[in-house]
């Protein structure tokens, strides 16, 4: 008996797919990981804005940008709004993170549970690309969106092409 139980389950889970309830949890997760960081990055401007500069603008003109980024992009991503548009900022701001943090030769050593601390920016890389890629799911406000925006009605899409033939 409980070996059928057990079956049924295993079997039941390996045929149906949970991948907007997946990508629900990780839209989640990553974006109140990336809402901390902002927010840790706030609380510690001052001593951020002395060392960070990039494209030319100063240092807490730079930062300044980065927070503002990484909190709305953030939002948006744990919305799932207008998700494939707000990795892109994210993107580049882990992108230039890692390569600095590649170059900087006081984080050579540094190990942080077994893991080298520009790990951490590609490893957001990763996820945010996997969204690119895979969109929000039906669970995010894109869908909602798209659903009650977008016609995918055969009939309309057969009467614009008479039309267009006409």
């Known amino acids: 008996m409980l070996l059928k139980v057990a079956k049924s389950i295993f079997v039941y889970m390996s045929t149906h797919s949970y991948s907007n309830l997946s990508r629900l949890f990780l839209r989640l997760f990553v974006g109140v990981m990336l809402l901390q960081l902002g927010v840790n990055q706030m609380s510690q401007f001052d001593n951020l804005s002395n060392v960070t500069v990039a494209f030319g603008m100063s240092g807490s003109t730079t930062i300044t940008v980065v927070i503002v980024l990484e909190l709305v992009c953030s939002m948006l991503i744990a919305l799932g709004l207008f998700t494939r548009f707000a990795i892109l900022p994210l993107l ?68 614009e092409r008479t039309l267009d033939e006409a």
């Open 92 to 159: 580049v701001i882990m992108g230039m993170t890692s390569v600095r943090l590649f170059g900087n030769e006081a984080f050579q050593d540094e190990v942080i549970f077994g893991m080298m601390p520009e790990m951490l920016p590609m490893l957001f890389c990763g996820v945010l690309v996997f969204f690119g890629i895979s969109g929000p799911g039906k669970i995010s406000l894109d869908y909602i969106l798209a659903r009650y925006t977008v016609s995918y009605d055969a009939s309309s899409i057969e009467e």
